[in-house]
C-alpha cells in the first residue's frame, strides 16, 4: 500500500521565487494524504536549504543534486522518489486546487487510473502576452463534468495534428496518473519522460499503458506562466532557437533529430520530436505512420515565419502533398483570424463565461480565487 493518496511532483532550477509560492499552496491544503517532492538542479541550493531549517513542512520530501541534467533527467528523478498512489506533476509556477484531493478520492473508489482537468491560467507579474490584456488570472467557464476517454482514439487525434498540443491524451504534467501506470512506462521505455519534452514525452506513450482516464471539466491544476518559463516565454512568441547548448535538452538532440522535423527549438517542432523519439523508446513505430507531415509544415510556415525557409531543406522539400498542405495554411489561417476577433471582443467581454482578475501577486493568490470559483459553483 502506498504512504500517500497524492505524490505532486516538482522539478526545480534556480526558481526558488516561484517555488516558495506552491509550498503555500500545499500548506493552505494541509492533508496528510499529500506529499510534494522537489527535486532540485540548482547548482547552489544554501537559500532552499535555509529556508527549510526554518520552517516545518513534514509533507516535502526534498532531493538536490547539482549535477547537470536535463529538464527529463531532473524530473525522472523527482517522479522515482514519488511514493503516492498517483502522481501529479507540476512547474513550479503552477497552481494545485485544495479540492484536487477529494477528487482523487473518487478516482480511487472508481477505480480510474488517470485525469486531466480544465485549466485556469496565471501570468505572474513580469509576463506579458502578445494578445495584449490586463488581467493575469483567467478562469474560464466550466461545468464539473467528468468524461470518460479512449487513449487511442485521442492518440490518433493528436497524430493527425502533429502534437501541436496535449489535446486529451493521458498526461501526467498538470494531470493525475496512478503510479502503478507509470512503472509501466518506465519498464518499457527506460524512463518516465521518453521524449525531450516531458510533457508529450509521456502523455504521447500513456495510452498504451493506462486503463481508465477521464476529462474533468474543473481546474483542479492550473498553468502558472513566470517569465522565463515555457509557457511565459510562449506568452510573447519567444519559444523558440537553436537546439544546441541548451542544458535543458539532451546533449545528442541534433544527432537524434527526425530530418523530417525542421531542426529549430519551437513548440511545434519540440512536441513533434518528442512524439518520434517517445514512439520509437516504446517500440510503437508504426504509429507514426499516423503523424500528418502537411498540418505540420502548414502550421510551421503559419506561426514561425521566420524560420519558414528551413522547410526547403531537402530532407522536406518534395516530401509532402502540397494540396493538402495548402488547405490546412488556409484553414489555419482563418482560425487565425477567428481567434484574433474572439479574444478581442468575446473573451475580452466576458460572454463566454471566462472571469479575469488583475494585480494577482502570486499562484497561492490565485490559487484561493480559482478555489474560491469553483466553491461558488457548488463543487
Known amino acids: 500500500m502506498s504512504e500517500y493518496l497524492l505524490s505532486i511532483v516538482v522539478p526545480t532550477k534556480n526558481r526558488y521565487k516561484f517555488l516558495y509560492s506552491l509550498i503555500k499552496q500545499i500548506c493552505y491544503i494541509n492533508d496528510k494524504r499529500i506529499e510534494l517532492v522537489i527535486q532540485d538542479n540548482t547548482e547552489d541550493n544554501k537559500e532552499f536549504e535555509g529556508y527549510l531549517n526554518d520552517h516545518s513542512f513534514p509533507f516535502i520530501h526534498y532531493y538536490w543534486d547539482d549535477k547537470q541534467y536535463t529538464v527529463c533527467e531532473n524530473s525522472d528523478l523527482g517522479v522515482l522518489h514519488a511514493k503516492g498512489e498517483y502522481i501529479c506533476f507540476v512547474g513550479d509556477d503552477d497552481i494545485v486546487s485544495r479540492h484536487l484531493i477529494g477528487f482523487i478520492e473518487k478516482m480511487q473508489e472508481e477505480g480510474i487510473d488517470g485525469a486531466i482537468f480544465n485549466r485556469a491560467v496565471y501570468d505572474w507579474p513580469g ?139 519551437t513548440a511545434e517542432t519540440i512536441y513533434a520530436q518528442s512524439i518520434f523519439a517517445a514512439l520509437k523508446n516504446a517500440k510503437k513505430e508504426h504509429n507514426l505512420k499516423l503523424f500528418n507531415f502537411e498540418y505540420l509544415y502548414a502550421g510551421f510556415a503559419m506561426f514561425e515565419r521566420d524560420y519558414k525557409g528551413l522547410l526547403k531543406n531537402p530532407n522536406i522539400e518534395g516530401t509532402y502533398n502540397k494540396g493538402k498542405y495548402n488547405l490546412y495554411y488556409a484553414s489555419l489561417f482563418i482560425q487565425r483570424i477567428y481567434w484574433f476577433i474572439y479574444n478581442r471582443t468575446i473573451k475580452r467581454l466576458n460572454l463566454d463565461g471566462t472571469k479575469h482578475y488583475d494585480d494577482i501577486k502570486d499562484s497561492f493568490a490565485a490559487m484561493k480565487i480559482i478555489d474560491d470559483e469553483i466553491k461558488s459553483k457548488g463543487f
Open 127 to 265: 509576463v506579458t502576452r502578445v494578445a495584449t490584456h490586463t488581467f493575469n488570472v483567467t478562469i474560464p467557464r466550466f461545468t464539473g463534468e467528468k468524461i470518460h476517454l479512449n487513449g487511442t482514439k485521442e492518440q490518433h487525434k493528436i497524430l493527425q495534428r502533429c502534437g501541436t498540443s496535449l489535446g486529451r491524451l493521458p498526461s501526467l504534467y498538470q494531470g493525475v496518473i496512478r503510479k502503478s501506470v507509470l512503472d509501466k512506462v518506465r519498464d518499457a521505455c527506460g524512463t518516465y519522460f521518453p521524449g525531450p519534452s516531458p510533457d508529450m514525452g509521456i502523455a504521447i506513450v500513456l495510452p498504451y499503458y493506462i486503463g481508465e482516464y477521464v476529462y474533468c471539466d474543473l481546474p483542479l491544476v492550473s498553468s502558472g506562466a513566470s517569465p522565463k518559463s515555457a509557457a511565459g516565454l510562449g506568452a510573447k512568441h519567444q519559444h523558440k532557437g537553436e537546439l544546441k547548448n541548451k542544458s535543458f535538452l539532451p546533449s545528442d538532440i541534433e544527432e537524434q533529430w527526425e530530418k523530417r522535423i525542421p531542426m529549430i527549438w
